[in-house]
């Protein structure tokens, strides 16, 4: 059964790659020099240049348009992605041909958390960076419809007095929701389990802005052997969503913050029965002897603060009633290679075929346009 023409798709999890002027159009020019830049190499690659280093991930897998064959992890050139890949415009055409109204879209260059702004030596510089970003995002890429291109910003995450600083700035810019690290701890910074991220939690409660965590923002990958493929790291990449969430839900973040919204991105749906299910296990027969929340089962801080995200998930779509069809939301991916563009309308009906339509309905729009506040299409 094909979706229904009222329904209107909502992402969650896109990517856009930033176009070589990002920094340079916003940034002081005593800071060109060391801000992020394109460079040429000698064997005829485009890579960024920041604070000295070199940064050879121009496309980052954006591989929409190509041949499976030519998969790889990395475009080299901005001439060998899709011009949507870093123009909001030609980007509104892509999703008019995949059937999909609205995309958020998380960073590139900066990763997917801006965390690549941790490495630079000069913080102040590195803060600057942080707020060009969220300033082309909000003013150039998402100005060419406020309403399909919903803004995502990042945080100078080195610093939570500042992470408060610059939530307040783009909140007022229109932001509608956060990029933050799934695990702060792989990165060097304090963990969930310390009072340290209480100011910008208690502002994103305040606020009612989503703190989306991307696969990846921490920093790692699963890890098998140092010689497996990586079809591997693809295949287990939900491993960093299921520790991140048990991480949370056996932490004091839900406890002091009720109201804060979690959305865990590119980690599937399929296994949080069973992770639940686990978790719950756990806390029932071990919580005495630590030092954890005796009150709240995880599956019930779960179900109030997070949800979750898939593209073709047809086991989590199975388990809907045990996830809560309320904590579930669809994701695109474009341009990446999970990306079903441009049959991305045809490929959800197919999964979805068995489901009620208001449940439909419910999963790739409805859930997403109340958490971020977006506007009836």
């Not at 969430?245 to 749906?269: D, Q």
Request: aromatic share 10%; proline share 8%.
């Amino acid at each position: 059964m094909p979706l229904q023409d009222y329904m209107k798709l909502i992402s969650v999890d896109d990517h856009l790659i930033e176009h070589p002027r990002v920094w340079l159009d916003r940034l002081p020019a005593a800071d060109h020099e060391q801000g992020p830049r394109v460079v040429e190499t000698d064997n005829g690659s485009q890579v960024w240049m920041y604070q000295d280093k070199i940064y050879p991930n121009i496309g980052l897998n954006a591989v929409a348009g190509k041949d499976p064959r030519e998969w790889g992890w990395d475009p080299v050139r901005f001439d060998q992605m899709m011009p949507g890949c870093y123009n909001s415009n030609e980007r509104l055409k892509d999703m008019d041909l995949d059937g999909v109204h609205t995309g958020m879209a998380f960073p590139s260059f900066p990763r997917f958390a801006g965390t690549v702004f941790l490495e630079g030596d000069d913080r102040d510089h590195a803060l600057r960076c942080v707020q060009a970003y969220n300033d082309f995002h909000i003013e150039e890429w998402s100005a060419a419809d406020p309403e399909r291109l919903p803004p995502v910003v990042i945080l100078p995450v080195w610093d939570v007095r500042l992470c408060v600083d610059e939530l307040r700035r783009t909140l007022a810019k229109g932001a509608k929701a956060v990029s933050f690290i799934e695990s702060p701890t792989p990165l060097g910074l304090p963990s969930f389990h310390t009072n340290y991220w209480d100011p910008l939690f208690s502002l994103a409660e305040e606020a009612d802005i989503p703190l989306m965590m991307h696969f990846g923002t921490s920093g790692t990958r699963p890890f098998t052997a140092p010689d497996a493929p990586e079809a591997t790291f693809i295949a287990l990449m939900g491993l960093n969503s299921m520790q991140a969430m048990i991480n949370l839900c056996f932490s004091p973040v839900f406890h002091r913050h009720p109201k804060l919204k979690i959305v865990l991105a590119e980690g599937g749906i399929g296994w949080m029965p069973w992770m639940l299910e686990r978790a719950d296990t756990t806390w029932e027969r071990q919580r005495f002897w630590q030092d954890i929340n005796q009150e709240v089962k995880p599956s019930e801080l779960f179900r109030r603060n997070i949800w979750g995200c898939f593209i073709t998930d047809r086991t989590g779509i199975g388990l809907r009633h045990d996830i809560g069809i309320d904590r579930i939301l669809w994701e695109c991916d474009f341009p990446h290679s999970d990306s079903m563009w441009p049959k991305s309308r045809k490929a959800l009906a197919e999964a979805v075929r068995e489901v009620p339509d208001d449940e439909v309905h419910a999963m790739v729009e409805l859930n997403a346009r109340e958490l971020f506040h977006l506007k009836p299409a």
